[in-house]
């Protein structure tokens, strides 16, 4: 069983590890994946015309068909917008009209730097039972000792070892 936890832990710390690695390496402030489906965004947003309503609402229509955006309260009439929290092409154009930073119409989620700190918390490895300092109230609950239990005063004030039960035993 320890074995297996121990392989869960090692796999685990390669994988924070490597990609954190990865989120580090990234150029843009969007991950890689949602700097391509933003580029992809971009492009739908050639054949487009906007009307600004007033300064966060506005009307885009391309083909015949219209959208109305809201970019204070991040919605459009096409719902991807505040589905997916991630800019449709429609608030695409509507933030270029404002000259509104792209990245800021998407959520965190999808930006580099919660990538990174996602992946920034060590995996350590589990210290030696011994070194645990348990609450006294969760040793007596889930049978670990705790460190006022970790000893046995012997009659003449030595300690004992409380699994081999032996006096002057290094203390496990
Ligand atoms: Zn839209």
Redesign the pocket.
């Known amino acids: 069983m320890l074995t297996l936890a121990e392989f869960i832990r090692n796999m685990l710390q390669r994988w924070f590890h490597d990609r954190h690695r990865a989120a580090q390496s990234m150029r843009h402030q969007l991950t890689d994946v949602s700097h391509l489906v933003m580029l992809q965004q971009v492009e739908k947003c050639c054949y487009i015309t906007v009307n600004p309503v007033d300064w966060n609402i506005f009307s885009v229509k391309r083909s015949g068909k219209q959208?109305t955006?809201d970019l204070a309260r991040k919605t459009?009439?096409?719902n991807?917008?505040q589905m997916h929290h991630f800019s449709?092409?429609?608030?695409l154009v509507a933030a270029r009209e404002r000259n509104l930073d792209f990245t800021s119409l998407c959520s965190d989620y999808y930006k580099r730097q919660t990538l990174i700190d996602a992946y920034s918390v060590p995996i350590m490895h589990v210290s030696h039972p011994s070194s645990w300092v348990v609450p006294s109230d969760i040793a007596e609950r889930g049978g670990f000792k705790s460190k006022d239990q970790e000893t046995i005063r012997s009659p003449d004030g030595g300690s004992t070892c409380i699994i081999f039960r032996e006096d002057n035993h290094p203390i496990v």
Do not use: E, Q
């Open positions: 959208w955006i459009c009439i096409c991807k917008f449709c092409s429609h608030a």
